[in-house]
């Protein structure tokens, strides 16, 4: 059953998760992007990692960097407008964990 929201909040849908099993995340998506990188923050929500083989040149001083974490991330996008519903759900996508990636 859902609740009224509070003045100023969302409705609370985090009610009865262990926050430690979750992360909130905003994040720029790429839609002609052929690959999905990643914050070392996200790690723990990877699935079957392997190692990447992903090396990035671009933005660093120091040339290129290499990926550490290669496989499966299954997100669910929240919507916080009635306009947004159709838009939320889980998902799964292949990532590479890449270190100093903000």
Not at 42 to 69: L, R, Y
């Amino acid at each position: 059953m859902a609740r009224k929201s509070k003045a100023g909040r969302h409705i609370d849908i985090y009610d009865g998760i262990n926050p430690k099993s979750w992360m909130y995340a905003e994040c720029i998506v790429d839609s002609g992007a052929t690959c999905m990188l990643v914050p070392p923050t996200f790690a723990p929500f990877i699935s079957s990692k392997s190692t990447s083989q992903m090396i990035i040149g671009g933005f660093t001083k120091d040339g290129t960097t290499h990926g550490t974490m290669h496989d499966k991330m299954a997100p669910h996008f929240v919507v916080t407008e009635k306009g947004n519903i159709p838009k939320a759900g889980q998902t799964s996508i292949i990532v590479d964990v890449v270190p100093n990636l903000a």
